[in-house]
């Protein structure tokens, strides 16, 4: 028997990504297109990527990666001085399971704005999703946001004030009054995820988009802090319960990034040895760019076109999809 | 020991103690961190659910449960009477543990149980039964929306919405998650 084919998701698909350019295009941004393939990678020690090498017997190997995001290439064009620029590219996550809302190979929209902050880029981000509505999207897409911070709902539906939890072992201790067991050596982030996991993500509202701000800065990465406080200048947003949607005020400081990748490498390094997992060689070419003042957005837009067009499963938008594929 | 990674639907757990067989899983890879697990646990003995959150690669303490055949004697209202069918061995189980199965199991049957060292931790319970008409009333007239339908009880005293052309001492099969009528099964 011929395999089926959910054609209609296609034609949605192809709709999606005619009125995402036309929104950028419209408002002035520069829609890019760089490498899926890459020689250098930001370190990320939770993120396994897919390698591969280029073969050449005159100019000589060299290992490249699949994208896990086209983050690195999309800033060092608009450090040259580009305007507003936006991305839709394939990226590639290994190791991560399959399931309703994985693949590993997925498509992401990426947009960095000139200027923006935080709230900028919110109302920004539901001008789009405006613009993406469909005919039978489900009512709650239509709804305002709800912008609260990620500890505003820790209090709301963990009970746990995280200025009062800046303390490593203090969090520790309110994790198992919670019943969770965290690691005796457990980081600071890795307990609030989770506490956040299991008593914060399940609760967000589905009634509405939910865009979480303010984010922990011992959650490290690329995202400005915020001075004066334990924040970093960081939102994600929610549909259905399913996080769709990551956004930074991006790093400037060159010093601060590089120290960054060096400790993320480091810890890559030390988290991977004995494990067998592969290591990127990737150390002696960390890109140094002066990023301009910008607020950047990725969003998975497998997840976006479920959540546009009510489907529960990221195998339905795919023709196929990671499983289907293993099977062949 | 196994990578929580590793943990299904239907893995069994020794957690602080005490057996848990896990009831949802399901994986979590926040934006920036470690990949965990989301897990519902339910204890066999005492019917508790646990929400526990698991790194993909902590260790987790699994444990050999293994398949016995078990025979449905009898309830009294608070504990469920079952026989081993290869021992003969009797054991009284709190029918708390095991919600509505006094409705889905028939007595003098044998089923299918979970064990971990004595302790039932589950019993197979077919996704479809057929039942015995024991009570029927009279149709209800004027629901028009779901068609005409009344409520009849079955030998195990599970009540069950069925048409109308249904009556008492006909077989029934009956869908056991829901709990709803599927068809008439004419022998």
Wanted: aromatic share 10%.
């Amino acid at each position: 028997m011929l395999p089926m084919f959910d054609l209609e998701s296609q034609k949605q698909r192809g709709m999606m990504y005619r009125r995402i350019r036309d929104f950028f295009d419209g408002r002035g941004y520069l829609e890019i297109f760089t490498p899926t393939l890459s020689p250098t990678l930001i370190p990320e020690p939770t993120i396994q990527d897919f390698e591969t090498r280029f073969v050449n017997e005159f100019v000589g190997d060299r290992d490249f990666y699949l994208i896990p995001s086209p983050e690195i290439f999309m800033k060092e064009v608009l450090a040259c001085g580009s305007p507003s620029v936006y991305q839709i590219s394939q990226c590639f996550r290994n190791s991560e399971q399959l399931g309703c809302i994985h693949n590993p190979e997925f498509t992401m929209l990426e947009y960095y704005t000139l200027g923006f902050d935080e709230k900028d880029s919110i109302a920004l981000t539901r001008q789009l999703i405006d613009a993406l509505l469909m005919d039978d999207c489900p009512s709650f897409m239509k709804e305002d946001f709800l912008v609260m911070s990620v500890n505003e709902a820790m209090i709301r539906w963990a009970g746990t004030d995280l200025e009062e939890h800046q303390d490593r072992r203090r969090l520790a201790r309110r994790a198992e009054e919670l019943g969770q067991s965290p690691a005796p050596d457990e980081a600071w982030d890795d307990i609030f995820n989770r506490i956040f996991i299991t008593y914060v993500e399940p609760e967000l509202p589905r009634d509405r988009i939910v865009v979480l701000t303010d984010y922990p800065y011992q959650i490290d990465c690329l995202a400005q802090r915020r001075p004066g406080t334990p924040w970093r200048s960081r939102w994600e947003m929610y549909i259905a319960g399913i996080e769709v949607a990551n956004c930074y005020s991006e790093e400037t400081d060159v010093e601060v990034t590089k120290a960054y990748y060096e400790k993320e490498y480091a810890r890559l390094v030390s988290q991977r040895a004995g494990t067998g997992l592969p290591i990127p060689d990737v150390s002696d070419r960390f890109p140094t760019i002066e990023v301009p003042p910008s607020s950047g957005v990725a969003i998975g837009l497998d997840r976006l076109l479920m959540c546009l067009t009510g489907r529960k499963d990221i195998r339905d938008v795919l023709l196929f999809p990671f499983d289907r594929l293993m099977r062949e | 020991m196994i990578k929580a990674g590793q943990i299904d639907k239907g893995t069994a757990l020794l957690i602080k103690g005490q057996p848990f067989i896990c009831i949802e899983r399901e994986f979590v890879n926040p934006g920036k961190g470690s990949a965990f697990v989301r897990l519902k646990l339910k204890s066999p003995s005492t019917g508790q659910v646990l929400s526990e959150t698991m790194k993909s690669q902590d260790n987790a303490e699994d444990i050999t449960v293994e398949d016995r055949d078990i025979q449905y004697l009898y309830n009294d209202g608070t504990n469920f009477s079952f026989m081993n069918v290869e021992t003969f061995d009797q054991m009284e189980v709190p029918m708390a543990n095991f919600p509505d199965y006094e409705y889905f199991m028939k007595e003098g049957e044998t089923y299918r149980a979970t064990f971990w060292e004595d302790q039932l931790l589950d019993i197979l319970i077919p996704a479809k039964i057929v039942f015995t008409v024991a009570e029927a009333e009279e149709a209800v007239k004027g629901d028009t929306v779901q068609g005409a339908t009344k409520y009849v009880t079955t030998e195990t005293g599970l009540r069950v919405r069925v048409p109308i052309f249904i009556k008492q001492g006909e077989k029934i099969r009956v869908n056991t998650e829901t709990k709803e009528y599927l068809e008439r099964v004419n022998k």
